[in-house]
């Protein structure tokens, strides 16, 4: 069973795995300088069962504001075999003008970003009294709003038999940066009828490797996601293998670092590879060590209809590597220095470097690895600012990227590698030409917000300037905390959310599977 504190970050990442991509958008109306897109997943569900929830995301080519949003559900298609339901944990206004269709709409106005906006009028899909094992049709889905025209994305549906997979118990070991470990990995059947197949997704934190790569694993360089195994595996039954890994040699110490692991039947994997096909994630290539199989299980499944499983609350658990020892890193605030003329704009480029020798990883709580703040020079106005940053007076926060600021807090991605190094460009207008006019960059500054790093090796490189127009033989050239210096070298930056990419596959992979089932099973 998942401890209350994961499953409220699953949930959060469900919102991140739906916000993936707006460009993989099906439905785009035609006659709109924006463009609407919405997506609804392919789904199957167990008869004799509650059913699942599935939502509406909608994307738009740009970023905008709709109004009297509405999404149609059209079962038609699956009359007297499914309903398709109002959740009852939702607040969303729902009606059903005619049989087989649910009309939802939200009174209020959705901001629509390039991420897309998830989570729209769950819906709960039931099998009927009349359904049986492979019943299939489609749920047809129209989004409109207020100036746009209407856009439609179909998703399938399918009935099987219920099976119960349950994940094994919680595992803990302990290991030292660099060295290798063995974990468990174990499913029990623990329904009555005879599970044909079974899949399992994880989401290891970076620096957990696979030593092998199996032919019915899928991998993204050394990161394990994904398995598949095709035999029948009785009811009543547990079965089980190992899994090798080797801890990375620039992880965290003393520290811990966790594993999700979500077994799902093969009918239901089947929709979350439609779901990561839709936003363009991938989920790895499969190995060549051979096939990982699992202990006790019976022969290959034969011919079989749908299968899914309407105990949702038991299929998942997790792995925490105990990490031991001492390997901890320091960050490096990088200041500038700049010259012009009075009313000449200059970009400043600060920022920070993870001089090792261990990663930052705060990937699974979604905080940013630092925070950094910036004192502009007193004879400069911003003119440009990074979205990432904001200006701050006192208790009183002002928008992302806005200029003109006097003191700016600037938050990050939640990955930062050894060696990587992240810069913040900054306009700067010179207003009035002061001989060493500096500004002060500081990091590891603690925030109201959560997370952020703190046990820098050497805080004594926690600041650094911004010197405009320095004078000759005078001010500091950008580094450090006052002790002089030159303009350090930034090398290239990693982007300002480093590790989102790392997080699209995780996010989709435990978002989906729990936003898809019923909520009271998940409440925290």
């Given at each position: 069973?998942?401890?209350?504190?994961?499953?409220?970050?699953?949930?959060?990442?469900?919102?991140?795995?739906?916000?993936?991509?707006?460009?993989a958008?099906?439905?785009?109306?035609?006659?709109?300088?924006?463009?609407?897109?919405?997506?609804?997943?392919?789904?199957?569900?167990?008869?004799?069962s509650?059913?699942?929830?599935?939502?509406?995301?909608?994307?738009?080519?740009?970023?905008?504001?709709?109004?009297?949003?509405?999404?149609?559900y059209?079962?038609?298609?699956?009359?007297?075999?499914?309903?398709?339901?109002?959740?009852?944990?939702t607040?969303?206004?729902?009606?059903?003008?005619?049989?087989?269709?649910?009309?939802?709409?939200?009174?209020?106005?959705?901001?629509?970003?390039?991420?897309?906006?998830?989570?729209?009028?769950?819906?709960?899909?039931?099998?009927?009294?009349?359904?049986?094992?492979?019943?299939?049709?489609?749920?047809?889905?129209?989004?409109?709003?207020?100036?746009?025209?209407?856009?439609?994305?179909?998703?399938?549906?399918?009935?099987?038999?219920?099976?119960?997979?349950?994940?094994?118990?919680?595992?803990?070991?302990?290991?030292?940066?660099?060295?290798?470990?063995?974990a468990?990995?174990?499913?029990?059947?623990?329904?009555?009828?005879?599970?044909?197949?079974?899949?399992?997704?994880?989401?290891n934190?970076?620096?957990?490797?696979?030593?092998?790569?199996?032919?019915?694993?899928?991998?993204?360089g050394?990161?394990?996601?994904?398995?598949?195994?095709?035999?029948?595996?009785?009811?009543?039954g547990?079965?089980?293998?190992?899994?090798?890994?080797?801890?990375?040699?620039?992880?965290?110490?003393?520290?811990?670092?966790?594993?999700?692991?979500?077994?799902?039947?093969?009918?239901?994997?089947?929709?979350f590879?439609?779901?990561?096909?839709?936003?363009?994630?991938?989920?790895?290539?499969?190995?060549?060590?051979?096939?990982?199989?699992?202990?006790?299980?019976?022969?290959?499944?034969?011919?079989?209809?749908?299968?899914?499983?309407?105990?949702?609350?038991?299929?998942?658990?997790?792995?925490?590597?105990?990490?031991?020892?001492?390997?901890?890193?320091?960050?490096?605030?990088?200041?500038?220095?700049?010259?012009g003329?009075?009313g000449?704009?200059?970009?400043?480029?600060?920022?920070?470097?993870?001089?090792?020798?261990a990663?930052?990883?705060?990937?699974?709580?979604?905080?940013?690895?630092?925070?950094?703040?910036?004192?502009?020079?007193?004879?400069?106005?911003?003119?440009?600012?990074?979205?990432?940053?904001?200006?701050?007076?006192?208790?009183?926060?002002?928008?992302?990227?806005?200029?003109g600021?006097?003191?700016?807090?600037?938050?990050?991605?939640?990955?930062?590698?050894?060696?990587?190094?992240?810069?913040?460009?900054?306009?700067?207008?010179?207003?009035k030409?002061?001989a060493?006019?500096?500004g002060?960059?500081?990091?590891?500054?603690?925030?109201?917000?959560?997370?952020?790093?703190?046990?820098?090796?050497?805080?004594?490189n926690?600041?650094?300037?911004?010197?405009?127009?320095?004078?000759?033989?005078?001010?500091?050239?950008?580094?450090?905390?006052?002790?002089?210096?030159?303009?350090?070298?930034?090398?290239?930056?990693?982007?300002?959310i480093?590790?989102?990419?790392a997080?699209?596959?995780?996010?989709?992979?435990?978002?989906?599977?729990?936003?898809?089932?019923?909520?009271?099973?998940?409440?925290?």
């Amino acid at each position: 069973m998942l401890s209350n504190s994961t499953r409220r970050w699953l949930a959060g990442l469900g919102v991140a795995g739906a916000f993936v991509a707006a460009s993989a958008t099906p439905g785009f109306a035609a006659d709109s300088e924006i463009k609407l897109g919405v997506y609804f997943g392919d789904t199957t569900i167990a008869t004799d069962s509650d059913g699942k929830i599935e939502s509406s995301t909608v994307h738009s080519s740009a970023p905008v504001v709709l109004h009297d949003l509405t999404v149609r559900y059209d079962f038609t298609g699956l009359a007297g075999k499914v309903t398709v339901g109002k959740d009852e944990d939702t607040s969303a206004d729902c009606t059903s003008p005619s049989a087989n269709v649910l009309v939802c709409t939200s009174p209020w106005e959705v901001e629509v970003d390039e991420w897309g906006h998830g989570g729209l009028f769950p819906v709960q899909i039931k099998a009927t009294g009349k359904a049986a094992d492979g019943d299939t049709g489609t749920i047809k889905v129209t989004l409109s709003a207020n100036g746009f025209d209407g856009v439609s994305h179909e998703a399938k549906v399918r009935v099987g038999e219920g099976v119960d997979l349950a994940a094994g118990p919680e595992t803990t070991v302990s290991a030292a940066p660099g060295k290798s470990f063995t974990a468990p990995l174990k499913v029990t059947n623990a329904g009555e009828t005879t599970a044909k197949g079974a899949a399992v997704i994880f989401y290891n934190d970076y620096g957990l490797n696979s030593t092998k790569h199996y032919s019915n694993c899928t991998y993204v360089g050394d990161e394990l996601r994904t398995c598949r195994f095709d035999e029948e595996l009785p009811a009543g039954g547990t079965f089980g293998a190992t899994l090798p890994y080797a801890l990375g040699a620039d992880s965290m110490a003393p520290g811990s670092k966790y594993g999700e692991i979500i077994w799902m039947t093969p009918d239901e994997f089947e929709d979350f590879e439609g779901y990561l096909d839709n936003y363009d994630v991938t989920i790895g290539k499969p190995g060549t060590d051979g096939k990982l199989t699992l202990a006790e299980a019976a022969g290959k499944a034969t011919a079989r209809g749908f299968q899914a499983d309407p105990r949702p609350e038991n299929n998942g658990t997790y792995l925490e590597v105990k990490v031991t020892g001492n390997n901890g890193t320091d960050l490096e605030a990088l200041g500038a220095a700049v010259t012009g003329k009075a009313g000449a704009t200059v970009k400043a480029a600060i920022g920070l470097r993870n001089n090792g020798p261990a990663t930052l990883d705060y990937s699974r709580s979604g905080s940013s690895v630092t925070y950094l703040t910036f004192d502009v020079p007193k004879g400069t106005t911003t003119t440009a600012v990074p979205e990432n940053c904001f200006p701050v007076k006192g208790d009183e926060w002002g928008e992302p990227g806005q200029p003109g600021g006097r003191h700016y807090r600037c938050y990050f991605g939640s990955l930062l590698k050894a060696g990587e190094t992240v810069t913040l460009d900054f306009g700067l207008k010179i207003d009035k030409v002061i001989a060493n006019d500096t500004g002060l960059v500081k990091i590891n500054v603690p925030c109201e917000c959560d997370g952020g790093f703190y046990r820098d090796l050497k805080p004594a490189n926690d600041t650094a300037k911004v010197v405009v127009n320095a004078a000759a033989g005078g001010g500091d050239g950008g580094q450090g905390g006052g002790d002089g210096g030159t303009l350090p070298i930034t090398g290239s930056s990693t982007g300002l959310i480093a590790g989102v990419g790392a997080l699209l596959l995780a996010a989709g992979a435990v978002g989906y599977v729990l936003t898809r089932r019923r909520k009271t099973r998940f409440v925290a």
